[in-house]
């Protein structure tokens, strides 16, 4: 949609993508290629910026967790560097970047082997459907390593959805189980339409109140919690 509006404008115009894809022409481009992911779901990958026939290359290695943060990063970096920051510079800058507040993805390990991510800031269908996907990603790469190892997601209300809120908190239950997380345990208002969501997937799921949560969780190495 924005990009339709380019030749609305007199502006100088940078552009920025995740894809391989060719991308329009113009003074500033800036992509991430050659992305590879850890187990821990954080990204590297080489920005490369195309000024005219110059193009530079730099490795970025992002220390926040997701895929959701690539096309985030390569928006940072196509506005600094239109502002005249150099590119090395950018991509040390990213590569050095954490969480501006707490609670968003930000990673545990436990005694006993456990890991949680608490990404309990703020939530939108958007933001949590985020967030599963990150977690079943981690889980999956634990799961190899240990056999026995579980994904579970506890979900909160997502507030301020007007009269769509309980199918849109259905839905999350039902993207919970589509990404193969193992166990639902929903908080809140919603909870309810949650775990209704999530069973309709297949999904184990259950209502529980916020005190109780931590204490109903039986938890071993090579388990992920993503607290939403």
């Known amino acids: 949609l924005v990009a339709s509006m380019a030749t609305r404008t007199r502006a100088n115009i940078a552009w920025f993508s995740i894809s391989d894809g060719r991308l329009p022409g113009g003074p500033l481009l800036v992509r991430a290629a050659a992305i590879t992911s850890n187990a821990l779901d954080q990204y590297s990958f080489d920005l490369e910026v195309v000024r005219g ?19 985030n990063a390569a928006a940072g970096a196509a506005m600094a560097i239109a502002a005249g920051v150099e590119p090395r510079h950018v991509a040390d800058a990213l590569t ?64 301020e959805l007007g009269e769509g809120a309980q199918e849109l908190h259905r839905q999350i239950g039902r993207d919970a189980g589509e990404r193969g997380i ?15 969501g999530a069973l309709e997937a297949g999904v ?4 529980c109140a916020k005190a109780e949560v931590a204490g109903s969780l039986d938890l071993h190495q090579g388990d992920v919690v993503l607290v939403k």
């Open 53 to 71: 026939d110059q193009l530079e290359r730099h490795p970025v290695h992002l220390g926040l967790m997701g895929a959701h943060q690539v096309p």
């Open 96 to 159: 050095a970047a954490t969480t501006r507040s707490h609670w968003r993805m930000e990673l545990h390990t436990l005694n006993s082997g456990a890991a949680i991510i608490n990404d309990a800031y703020n939530a939108n269908p958007d933001s949590v459907l985020a967030a599963l996907e990150s977690l079943s990603r981690v889980g999956l790469r634990r799961k190899a390593e240990f056999p026995g190892a579980r994904t579970i997601a506890v979900i909160g209300d997502m507030l």
């Open 182 to 196: 193992d166990e639902v345990v929903a908080v809140g208002e919603h909870a309810a339409h949650i775990v209704a």
């Open 204 to 207: 184990a799921a259950r209502v």
